[in-house]
């Protein structure tokens, strides 16, 4: 593993606001934070998703709920 400085949550959280660090991160690092921070499949849901969706001002996607059965 590689040596790096261990940061609490709070130090994480500080630099995850702060959006002079947060334009640090490279697109790949965004899109790799971005797919690997939620927990499991739970945390996904469609009013989630449809939030993320209209944050990013994304309108030609929809998401829709499958009913299971």
């Known amino acids: 593993m590689e040596n790096y400085k ?12 702060d ?15 971005f797919r690997t921070i939620l927990v499991g499949s739970t945390d996904l849901n469609k009013d ?7 944050d990013y001002s994304v309108d030609n996607l929809e998401v829709i709920e499958r009913k299971n059965g």
């Open 19 to 33: 959006n002079e660090k947060l334009n640090e991160l490279t697109v790949d690092d965004r899109i790799e934070i």
């Open 48 to 54: 989630l998703l449809n939030e993320i969706l209209g």
């Open 6 to 17: 261990k940061i609490t949550r709070e130090d994480f959280m500080k630099f995850f606001r």
